[in-house]
């Protein structure tokens, strides 16, 4: 089951703007049955003021798709076609609050729509956006240019990530090559731009080697917070510490109590066999170097007599 | 509202009486039936009428015939792997283009990595597997042939006796992944060709993590897991006493139920069938509907996507599952669809109900008066959608 936010499944149990938009002056269709989704957006917009005054949609496609077409309606009404055309597929995500990462490609199906559908509005032939690239997924009916603007609108870094995005690769598998080429090139371009680190960009050579962890240097003691504490949180995290080593010291039969803490003293009790121990100067310190790496800053541990 | 289950081909409830069996093999009963004392020997005891109970539903004549294993898929790994290295000179398989993925991923696998050749053999519009083209493919070079005994999606059955029979015509084992067969129809294993036979627990009301491989005396068999001697040596690990318990009662419910299955269950299906193609246009019924599993409805809904059925369906507390691509992250309609060439314009909206003994006629009734609701909301949704005819839907890519 997919993890749908609210927001996703009430555009899809009720779709706002779904139907025919009887007197519509801009349409784009994308999408087509075999690829198990479709989508026909629908725009009439004012020509004195280029504002989209309505727009409706009919949708062949899962939840995301009905729900994601809806949101792209309720996104555009309003604007104008220049500021619409400024939007992209991930608007139409983070109205939704967000989409499986395998089901972007509907929010990508919606922007192509409006591309499409503004298109025709103003009379221009959408195939001839179409030639600036070649059709590089046949299944799926999915041209350079739709995968490079998926790659530069989304930051897209991995192949994965263009299959989830735009579908192309997902069926036969054929194109993996060319769609790895495109990514590659718009990748280095975007480095080039200075729009992404060059750490991030795909890389075909370094995609086969295993990658290594980055090794931050931890101490197994716990990381050290960053914000100027108070007196109560500093006691608190104080007598946690003493609480995580307390069985240690109830192990050796020893036990250990905070009496005070002042300033950068901390006034501890042991107890038990502890007092006496010869190696209770030991435990003090051990107790110091972890309350030291809990709080992140430097402090003296001095045990004081019992009773 | 009453939830209706009708997804168990994908997994079934367990029996309570199953679970009741179970639970002592929990708390009390926990022994390793390896052990040298009581704890150990009462699971053994128990161990040993749970296989009885497997061999009665198998019609299995020997106890040893029965390797339990940790699902179907392992089983079904176990037995094509073992068939590959006990007969070194024969380096083949057999299969079909819509086994389950733990076959086709294996055979997929081993003609990538193993150098080994397989055959895939196709199945006609109504899901029948093209025997001429299967016997073709046997020969001395097949080591084993691997065909399901009914399909998951469709519930077609095969004709596994004759398939069993043309593989031994070439020395060829034979194997048969019976997960969604065993406990639905009859089945005598001691009176038949079939080698090896794969079954998993949580399909028959029994729970998931217990499966079994059916090994006919006197073929050979190589371990996929090596370890201790459980199971003769041939699957190393502690016995999984309660799954085999727990799939003993099961097996023996099953062959009480069977009847049941082959007549009301049956019944149950087709009513809904009936009731939801009288009710629905441009719906039809995928699969071979003269031989197939007692308790499995595909039907394919025309210019809609299943993936909006299902959400619709489960949001009136009726769950069932799809064939479609969005439903399972891939991004193509299932592979047993796409080798039956069920058309574009259906396959993506392809839904399978499946029933078992817990489901009733109100299950139906329930269906029958939400779906029709249901399709009509997406096809009024649907750009390919005008009241039966297709609009002219032009793409500006496709």
């Given amino acids: 089951m997919w993890d749908y936010t609210d927001k996703v499944k009430e555009y899809f149990y009720n779709p706002k703007n779904a139907g025919v938009l009887e007197d519509a002056n801009g349409v784009g269709d994308v999408g087509a049955i075999s690829c198990g989704d479709a989508l026909r957006l629908m725009l009439k917009v004012d020509p004195e003021t280029d504002i989209i005054l309505a727009a409706k949609f009919q949708t062949f496609g899962c939840g995301s798709a009905i729900a994601s077409s809806s949101a792209l309606t309720e996104i555009i009404i309003g604007k104008t076609i220049a500021h619409a055309l400024e939007l992209t597929n991930q608007d139409i995500a983070d109205f939704l609050g967000g989409l499986p990462p395998e089901k972007m490609h509907c929010s990508v199906m919606g922007y192509e729509a409006l591309r499409a559908a503004i298109a025709n509005y103003k009379g221009d032939t959408w195939a001839d956006d179409h030639e600036e690239g070649a059709l590089l997924c046949k299944c799926f009916g999915v041209d350079e240019g739709m995968v490079e603007r998926a790659i530069r609108v989304n930051k897209l870094t991995s192949m994965e990530q263009v299959t989830h995005f735009t579908k192309a690769t997902g069926s036969c598998s054929t194109c993996v090559e060319d769609v790895e080429g495109v990514l590659t090139r718009v990748n280095a371009e975007m480095v080039a731009a200075g729009d992404l680190d060059s750490a991030l960009a795909y890389n075909p050579a370094r995609s086969a080697i295993p990658q290594r962890r980055d090794k931050v240097k931890s101490s197994p003691l716990g990381t050290a917070p960053k914000k100027e504490l108070t007196l109560l949180q500093r006691i608190r995290i104080i007598e946690s510490a003493i609480e995580d080593l307390r069985p240690y010291l109830k192990a050796d039969g020893g036990d250990c109590e905070l009496v005070d803490v002042d300033g950068d003293r901390v006034l501890v009790k042991l107890s038990g066999a502890c007092v006496g121990c010869q190696a209770a100067s030991v435990t003090i310190g051990g107790i110091q170097d972890r309350l030291i790496a809990k709080l992140g800053t430097p402090l003296r541990v001095i045990p004081v007599p019992g009773h | ?398």
């Fill in chain 2, 1 to 398: 509202m009453r939830p209706v289950y009708l997804d168990n081909n994908a997994t079934t409830r367990v029996d309570p009486k199953v679970v009741n069996a179970m639970l002592p093999f929990f708390t009390e009963q926990f022994g390793n039936a390896s052990s040298m004392h009581a704890f150990g020997s009462e699971v053994g005891a128990a161990l040993k009428k749970a296989r009885g109970q497997l061999q009665a539903l198998l019609g299995t004549e020997f106890d040893h015939e029965i390797v339990y294993t940790a699902s179907g898929t392992e089983s079904d790994n176990t037995a094509l792997l073992s068939a590959l290295e006990t007969q070194p000179g024969r380096d083949e398989i057999v299969t079909s283009t819509v086994e389950h993925p733990a076959v086709l991923a294996l055979c997929q696998w081993l003609q990538k990595n193993r150098g080994i050749k397989v055959y895939y053999t196709p199945v006609d519009s109504r899901g029948r597997l093209d025997v001429d083209a299967y016997r073709k493919a046997l020969g001395p070079k097949t080591a084993i042939a691997s065909i399901m005994w009914a399909n998951n999606e469709t519930g077609t059955i095969f004709p596994i006796e004759q398939l069993a029979d043309l593989a031994h015509d070439h020395g060829a084992l034979f194997h048969t992944d019976a997960v969604q067969a065993v406990g639905k129809v009859p089945i005598d294993l001691k009176t038949s060709e079939i080698d090896m036979l794969s079954l998993s627990g949580h399909k028959l009301h029994a729970p998931k993590g217990i499966g079994a491989l059916y090994v006919r005396r006197g073929v050979r068999l190589r371990p996929l897991l090596r370890g201790g001697h459980q199971e003769r040596g041939r699957r190393a690990g502690t016995e999984n006493a309660p799954g085999i318990i727990g799939l003993g009662v099961a097996a023996e419910l099953a062959l009480e139920h069977m009847h049941d299955e082959q007549t009301r269950v049956a019944a149950l299906r087709n009513r809904l069938e009936k009731g939801l193609l009288q009710r629905i246009g441009h719906a039809f019924v995928t699969g071979d509907a003269e031989n197939r599993l007692p308790n499995t409805a595909n039907i394919a809904f025309e210019f809609i996507e299943g993936e909006g059925i299902l959400l619709l369906l489960n949001k009136e507390g009726i769950a069932c599952s799809s064939g479609s691509a969005c439903t399972s992250g891939s991004l193509e309609p299932s592979h047993v669809l796409r080798a039956m060439k069920v058309p574009y314009t259906a396959a993506h909206g392809a839904i399978r109900f499946s029933f078992s003994r817990d489901n009733t006629d109100e299950d139906v009734d329930q269906v029958l008066s939400v779906m029709p609701g249901v399709v009509e909301k997406l096809r009024e949704l649907s750009p390919f959608w005008k009241a039966g005819e297709k609009t002219s839907f032009e793409p500006t890519y496709a």
